[in-house]
């Protein structure tokens, strides 16, 4: 079954940056929508930001000015840029969503592992 693979998390400095990516674990027609969230030790997981098919996106205000959520339709891969970072958006950050593994299918696949961003100096 398709999954989803999150990678580029890490330890960075408090008003560092990271970029986050999404990518599904096989080939697949194209991502629908994608929503990126994190989950803080003790705490539920949020959602922080979320693309959609026509290519609008929406924030938690939490992230919104910070943070920027895009798409790369050619390599099916979806983006989490994170700017001026904060010892608070230390996470998991996972990624999950509607994606066609052809163009006459529509799943919402399972869980990934998540990738683990930690905010530290």
């Known amino acids: 079954q398709v999954q989803l693979v999150e990678s580029g998390g890490g330890l960075v400095q408090p008003g560092g940056s990271l970029r986050l990516s999404c990518a599904a674990s096989e080939t697949i027609f194209r991502i629908y929508s994608m929503t990126w969230y994190r989950q803080a030790p003790g705490k539920r997981r949020e959602l922080i930001a979320a693309?959609?098919?026509?290519?609008?996106?929406n924030y938690a205000d939490s992230v919104k000015g910070r943070f920027t959520i895009s798409r790369d339709n050619a390599n099916n891969t979806v983006y989490l840029q994170m700017n001026s970072l904060k010892p608070e958006d230390t996470a998991v950050y996972y990624c999950n969503g509607e994606i066609k593994p052809t163009i006459r299918t529509m799943i919402r696949p399972p869980w990934g592992p998540g990738t683990q961003v930690t905010v530290s100096s």
């Open positions: 693309i959609f098919s026509d290519d609008s996106t």
